[in-house]
């Protein structure tokens, strides 16, 4: 699709047990980011990835979150030992560099993450 | 600590008329801000943005208006319409801080009846 696409759009866990969370950012995008929007919350910014330069990570909440980028497109974001606190729909947006300039990010529909 | 905040968590509007929705922010370093919005179970879609080098921006029924002493954002849509029911949320950056990290906000949920 042209779009960008989050897998799994639906995940139960228990808590303690690692989940990953996969975003496959729109072609030539180089702008990857990762946001969270937990019950009645609004959109908690978790991560940015700009083309090789390092990730602006202090979005993190804990070191539990990690997040990758590989090749510059699919990017991986890794909660360990999950709580339920970190119930939540995780969105990832792409853009392109130029896009940067008016702001437009491009949303995926999120991964719906529920911690028992 | 809520840098960018909407303190209006829903405003219903009759169609045809005015929705004015409102952003306040606090971190003076902000000088670019967006409005997204977002239907259920879809993700968030860019409306219109605005420089702090501007005080209006405007782009069809969507108005976005800047108050920088007041650290004050507001989005007009005229005529409001039906399909205008959504989630509205604005978000900031500090870019003159080499930064295009944004900050959202808790959003505002508009709907506009028929």
């Known amino acids: 699709g042209a779009g960008v696409s989050q897998s799994p759009s639906n995940k139960v866990t228990e808590k303690g047990k690692d989940v990953e969370l996969r975003c496959d950012p729109i072609?030539?995008?180089?702008?990857l980011y990762w946001y969270r929007q937990s019950l009645g919350q609004g959109l908690e910014f978790l991560i940015y990835f700009q083309g090789n330069s390092a990730p602006d990570k202090s979005g993190l909440p804990s070191d539990r979150f990690s997040a990758e980028r590989t090749g510059g497109s699919v990017s991986t974001l890794t909660i360990q030992r999950t709580q339920q606190e970190d119930s939540a729909v995780y969105l990832c947006?792409?853009?392109?560099?130029?896009?940067?300039?008016?702001?437009?990010?491009?949303f995926g529909e999120g991964s719906r993450l529920t911690v028992l | 600590d809520q840098q960018v905040k909407q303190n209006s968590p829903s405003l219903s509007v009759q169609e045809g008329r005015i929705s004015i929705l409102n952003c306040d922010y606090t971190n003076s370093m902000f000088d670019y801000f967006l409005w997204y919005k977002k239907y259920p179970a879809e993700g968030p879609t860019f409306l219109i943005s605005i420089s702090s080098i501007k005080d209006k921006n405007e782009d069809g029924r969507f108005t976005v208006f800047l108050n920088k002493s007041a650290k004050h954002l507001s989005l007009h849509i005229v005529p409001s319409q039906p399909g205008d029911s959504a989630v509205y949320f604005c978000a900031a950056s500090a870019r003159n801080s080499g930064t295009y990290k944004y900050i959202f906000g808790t959003g505002t949920r508009l709907k506009v009846l028929a």
């Open positions: 072609s030539g995008h180089t702008a």
């Open positions: 947006a792409s853009s392109r560099r130029t896009a940067l300039v008016t702001g437009e990010l491009f």
